[in-house]
């Protein structure tokens, strides 16, 4: 099993950063690629950036590319989300997600095995 843990989220102003991290612990072996999803109420979950955690490829959808910047410790035991020029739209509960064996599909959530429990973001115009 792995568990992983969310923080750093808050509320800004647009324009503004924030980074999110993500703690990872237990049996780290089992996690091939990690990524961070965002979900608005009553929307679906969305597929914002991942990493492959042996290689370093960074995968990101189109609406984020140039803001938001997906990382990982030396160490690979906290995953960060660097999220810059905050919009209003980016107001949602980040998600970070853990999957063994491929880094395919990397922005699906329904190819996620383990999930964190959220920290919010909002931002304000």
């Known amino acids: 099993q792995v568990q992983l843990v969310e923080s750093g989220g808050g509320s800004v102003q647009a324009g503004g950063s924030l980074r999110l991290s993500c703690t990872v612990s237990?049996?780290?072996?089992?996690?091939?690629?990690m990524g961070w999803f965002r979900q608005v109420l009553g929307k679906e979950r969305e597929g914002v950036a991942a990493?492959?955690?042996?290689?370093?490829?960074?995968y990101y959808a189109d609406s984020v590319k140039g803001r938001f910047t997906i990382s990982q410790d030396n160490a690979k035991t906290t995953l960060y989300l660097q999220i810059n020029s905050l919009k209003p739209e980016d107001t949602a509960m980040y998600y970070c997600?853990?999957?063994?064996?491929?880094?395919?599909?990397?922005?699906?959530?329904?190819?996620?095995?383990?999930w964190g429990q959220g920290t919010q973001v909002t931002v304000s115009s």
């Open positions: 990493i492959n955690i042996g290689s370093g490829t960074t």
């Open positions: 237990g049996n780290t072996y089992v996690r091939y690629c």
């Open positions: 997600a853990a999957k063994s064996y491929s880094c395919a599909s990397p922005t699906r959530a329904q190819t996620y095995s383990y």
